[in-house]
């Protein structure tokens, strides 16, 4: 699992430059970068001197221009496509009987700019990966005139350009690749190759991607300021509704009687048979011993900050997830009736957190039920057992305590250490420490 890499969290207020933005942004749903008819010019097109290819920042212009040193140094996003290239890509793609990694569009969505041919400048190459406009949009409409004197980020945006700032808009773009949609996933197939499991939470994610920009005054007079609270949850509620479209789709037909197996707890099915570990089943899913449980990891989160926000709102995503458990033991067209439900009690939250200014009682009480709920043995699955420890690390991050806490939040992330030999009760134990420390 990933860590937050030590990056200072932002500051909780949201400026309010965002809040306009984010209200913007909640109305009109941009198509993702590779959604759009504009061709992508690749990354060599940005890449000039007098453009983002500088050796270092440059002091006179407002962002930093050399983000493409960045990028081709230090981030894993340009190296996604030789990765297809590696051994373990290559076994993969046999077992899978896709031929090459390289050329298997399945791999491409996710490791490269995959646009189709036509999409496609004179200076674009496959090999580049996921380069500047997976994420910024295809450059064709904005190329010149974005460098041009007077050129707002409004005018950029109005011109094919990805609002990447804006937290619904980034959590739609980085889930894309990081949960998969409709059009690009990876299965159980793919993970039974050897594919490692996906894990993704924005905060963390946001910081851990080296960062090609600075948020400095001139950034949040442009474009406003997101606090890390604000991006962890925006996150955590976008990957919960992607994960609910996902099973309410074609997505969740598998194979034969079984159906889609990436949608649920991987170590529900993956653990050694003589470790009893019945921890939360009955708890949080009101399921029988021996059902396998759907990956709940994103709706355990929300529960914790719904609790905290707005009880009544806490209350109906209790009730819709664990009814949402229930239906699985029912049938796949329940399961999908189930997960509608769910969806909307999941959007009335959306609503009620988009350009939330998170007060410090609030973020502490937040902290507080998820260490709790860890201590309990709530958190007992694998997947919310990480969500929470990055949860708890960012909001003790943004509260100035977490040098205080150091020590036992590395003793409980090391808990964290193997998911193959996670042991839920040294997990919980950890979790009560990190608590007392705090009190
Ligand atoms: C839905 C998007 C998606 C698809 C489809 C996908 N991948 Fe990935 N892949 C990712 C992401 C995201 C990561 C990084 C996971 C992480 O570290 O959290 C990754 C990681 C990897 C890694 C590990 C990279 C490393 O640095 O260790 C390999 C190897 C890999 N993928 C190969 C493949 C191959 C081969 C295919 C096609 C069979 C494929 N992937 C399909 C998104 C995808
Ligand atoms: C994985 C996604 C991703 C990739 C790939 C990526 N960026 Fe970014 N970029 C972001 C995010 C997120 C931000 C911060 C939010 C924002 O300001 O829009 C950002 C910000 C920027 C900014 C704005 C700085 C400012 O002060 O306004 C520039 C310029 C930029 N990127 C250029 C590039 C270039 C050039 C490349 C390719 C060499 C690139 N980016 C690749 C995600 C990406
Ligand atoms: C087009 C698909 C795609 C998009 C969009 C995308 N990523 Fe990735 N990301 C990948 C792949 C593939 C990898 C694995 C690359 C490798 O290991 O070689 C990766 C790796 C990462 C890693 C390193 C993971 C680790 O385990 O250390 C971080 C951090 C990351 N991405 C953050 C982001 C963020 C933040 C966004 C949104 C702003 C984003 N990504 C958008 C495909 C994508
Ligand atoms: C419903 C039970 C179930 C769930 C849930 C499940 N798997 Fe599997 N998995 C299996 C079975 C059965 C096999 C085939 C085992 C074999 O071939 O020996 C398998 C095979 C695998 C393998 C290959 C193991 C090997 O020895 O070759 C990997 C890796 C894997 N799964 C990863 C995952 C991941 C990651 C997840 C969660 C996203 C997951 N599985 C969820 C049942 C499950």
């Known amino acids: 699992m990933s860590r937050r890499a030590g990056a200072p969290a932002r ?104 646009v189709p041919v036509e999409r496609r400048g004179e200076k674009f190459q496959i090999s580049d990966g996921v380069g500047c406009e997976a994420c910024h949009g295809g450059a064709e409409r904005w190329i010149e005139s974005h460098a041009e004197e007077g050129a707002t980020h409004q005018d950029n945006l109005a011109r094919g350009m990805y609002p990447t700032e804006q937290p619904e808009a980034r959590a739609r773009l980085c889930l894309s690749c990081h949960v998969g949609t409709e059009h ?13 499991r996906m894990s993704f939470e924005l905060e963390t994610f946001t910081v851990n991607q080296p960062a090609h920009y600075e948020i400095d005054e001139d950034y949040v007079r442009r474009k406003g300021e997101i606090g890390s609270v604000n991006m962890w949850v925006t996150g955590m509620v976008m990957k919960a509704e992607r994960q609910l479209a996902l099973i309410r789709s074609e997505r969740f037909e598998g194979h034969g009687i079984f159906p889609e197996l990436a949608f649920f707890d991987c170590h529900a099915c993956h653990h050694p048979m003589d470790a009893l570990r019945m921890h939360s089943t009955p708890v949080t899913s009101g399921l029988p011993p021996g059902m396998v449980r759907l990956d709940d990891s994103s709706f355990q989160m ?4 719904a609790d905290v926000l707005d009880a009544p709102i806490g209350e109906r995503l209790r009730e819709r997830t664990r009814d949402l458990h229930r239906a699985t033991a029912r049938g796949r067209g329940a399961l999908q009736g189930a997960a509608g439900e769910l969806d909307g009690a999941v959007d009335a939250l959306r609503r009620f957190v988009a350009g939330h200014d998170y007060s410090a009682g609030e973020m502490r009480r ?31 991050i943004v509260l100035d305590d977490a040098g205080a806490v150091a020590s036992v939040l590395d003793v409980w992330f090391e808990s964290l250490a193997n998911e193959h030999e996670f042991d839920p009760g040294a997990y919980a134990a950890a979790a009560r420490r990190v608590s007392a420390a705090l009190n």
Request: with cysteine; aromatic share 6%.
């Open 11 to 114: 500051g909780h207020r949201i400026a309010l430059a965002a809040a306009a933005a984010w209200a913007a942004s909640t109305a009109l749903a941009q198509p993702l970068p590779y959604e759009s008819d504009d061709l992508h010019l690749g990354p060599a097109t940005c890449a000039t001197s007098v453009c983002h290819g500088k050796v270092s920042p440059d002091e006179t212009s407002n962002v930093l221009l050399n983000e493409y040193r960045t990028w081709s140094n230090d981030d894993y996003h340009s190296r996604a496509y030789n990765v297809l290239r590696s051994e373990e890509s290559r076994r993969m793609a046999e077992r899978l009987g896709l031929g090459n990694a390289t050329t298997a569009q399945v791999c491409l969505d996710c490791h490269a700019d995959n």
């Open 184 to 196: 690009r996933f990876a299965d159980h197939d793919i993970m039974a190759a050897g594919h490692p």
């Open 302 to 305: 929300l529960l914790a900050i």
């Open 366 to 396: 937040m902290r507080e039920l998820l260490l709790a709920r860890a201590g309990e043995g709530r958190y007992g699955d694998f997947t919310s057992a990480e969500q929470a420890f990055l949860a708890v690390e960012t909001l003790s």
